[in-house]
């Protein structure tokens, strides 16, 4: 197989940041259409029902994945960077059969506990019992399409991992809205069927032309040399039951489906639209992370470098949000959906704070520590309910979303602070100063949209998107040799 050495510069990280973060705004082109469409065909209503639905799956996937994509993207990239093609092939084999074992018991586990899941994470008086039985097919999916996923990383096949998220945006459109449209609420279980394994087959169809698919399911040589994975990774399903479960427990006491739906669009108007920075950080940055894990020099110079991007490109795409939020909930929704603008700009910072601690938080996954990574999940998810709780109290939905950021500057320090000392894990003045500017011009944007009068609203952020935007840009050109030649060619017409 052909190898690239790893590229560490200022133009890799741009370049991969560049390429997910284009196939993220062509997502976002076909779920501005497909989420106004649902919007319209669920309203709030049916929006909170999916978003509980999606819940319980997580829950479920989170206690029987084992950790195994976290772990298959580290020991692939390794093996990958040593060249160990044999050693590469055998662990896939294992890999993929212990994600089969995953999806029988995870699929189980929905299908006889559907009962109780139902009364645990719904309203009292709403039975969805035979829904999350169905559910239990969607739940098999997942681990499934995420070691497949986790393969095509590991490998550094990083286009084709974009034009699977290409592929699946245009197939969850066209499964969903079919699906909405003849059934309505009563679809949303079937819909999320069909997306999950129509993901999951695209990531299976790209993949096993690298890899041809082989498993053995009761090979004792096999089991036991997956068992290991098991071990390592039960902290990795400690954590994420925890996270999944802080998140059900925000759902119990926010009310009625109609507020859950407004919750999950103001979150993920933050999380999922301007969060798309974040996939190359997944997609690029873990896996070159994982390769060079045991070199502090460039485990530190790889996580800052990180940082600097995603703080210069993140920064203006929230001034954006902040400025346009009504208009882009008009578009991606309905204005039935407008009481989670107020919720949505307050929780900027959970995204900003975010740009700087998931670089630095990917260094326990990179080293395999999984027992250091769930305490920090753990605390990190006691304060989140915690303190969204007491905001929601307090404020309502816009509680919710100063909560959010508070728990994520929480977050940043926390991390900051005690992988500072375990792993040494330094910020250099050049990443300091980079963010403090930033921030300065976001939150004077967020005071003048949450105060201030529409008209001075636009003009104080118009005035700093610019700001912000032309910081990013003098910062990261002559970085980048494309948008310096962009650049070297406008200063010779002027």
């Not at 040593?82 to 662990?91: A, C, H, K």
Request: proline letters at 4%.
């Amino acid at each position: 197989m052909e190898r690239r050495e790893p590229d560490d510069s200022y133009s890799h990280v741009l370049k991969y940041t560049g390429i997910f973060g284009g196939v993220q705004g062509l997502k976002i082109v076909v779920a501005l259409v497909r989420n106004k469409l649902t919007a319209s065909l669920l309203g709030e209503v049916g929006m909170g029902l999916n978003k509980r639905f999606l819940n319980v799956s997580e829950i479920l996937n989170s206690w029987t994945n084992f950790g195994l994509p976290f772990y298959a993207v580290r020991r692939i990239s390794e093996l990958y960077e040593e060249g160990s093609d044999d050693d590469l092939r055998r662990f896939v084999g294992v890999i993929r059969t212990w994600s089969v074992w995953s999806a029988l018991l995870g699929s189980l586990l929905c299908f006889f506990l559907a009962s109780w899941l139902s009364g645990r994470y719904f309203p009292s008086g709403e039975s969805h019992t035979l829904e999350i039985m169905f559910l239990s097919v969607f739940v098999f999916s997942l681990p499934i399409e995420a070691v497949e996923c986790a393969l095509l990383k590991g490998i550094r096949r990083l286009r084709t991992v974009a034009a699977i998220e290409v592929f699946s945006a245009l197939s969850t459109f066209l499964f969903t809205i079919p699906v909405y449209f003849l059934w309505g609420i009563r679809g949303v279980v079937l819909s999320l069927v069909l997306c999950g394994w129509s993901a999951a087959l695209i990531h299976l169809f790209f993949s096993t032309r690298i890899y041809p698919y082989r498993i053995r399911l009761f090979s004792r040589s096999v089991l036991l040399e997956g068992w290991p994975l098991i071990r390592i990774g039960i902290p990795y399903v400690l954590a994420g039951v925890a996270a999944a479960m802080a998140t059900g427990e925000v759902f119990r006491y926010l009310g009625g489906n109609s507020v859950i739906g407004l919750y999950s669009v103001g979150y993920g108007l933050m999380v999922t639209y301007a969060g798309m920075i974040f996939k190359a950080v997944d997609a690029d940055f873990f896996p070159r992370l994982s390769s060079v894990n045991h070199d502090a020099v460039r485990l530190n110079h790889a996580i800052n470098q990180q940082i600097d991007v995603c703080v210069l490109l993140i920064a203006p795409v929230l001034i954006l949000f902040i400025i346009f939020m009504p208009l882009v909930i008009r578009l991606l929704y309905t204005a039935n959906f407008l009481p989670a603008v107020p919720m949505a700009v307050c929780a900027v910072f959970y995204m900003f704070f975010k740009a700087v601690t998931t670089p630095m938080a990917y260094t326990s996954l990179a080293k395999g520590d999984s027992w250091m990574f769930l305490i920090m999940e753990c605390i990190y998810d006691v304060v989140f309910v915690l303190v969204l709780r007491w905001g929601y109290m307090q404020m309502g939905l816009v509680g919710a979303g100063i909560a959010l950021s508070v728990a994520s500057l929480f977050d940043m320090l926390m991390i900051g602070f005690v992988y500072g000392f375990y792993y040494h894990i330094r910020l250099r003045r050049r990443t300091l100063g980079l963010i403090l500017p930033q921030a300065l011009l976001l939150g004077l944007t967020v005071v003048c949209a949450m105060v201030g009068t529409p008209l001075y609203k636009y003009v104080v952020g118009a005035v700093c998107l610019l700001v912000s935007t032309l910081f990013s840009w003098k910062t990261l050109s002559p970085q980048q040799p494309f948008i310096a030649s962009l650049r070297e060619r406008m200063n010779r017409k002027k």
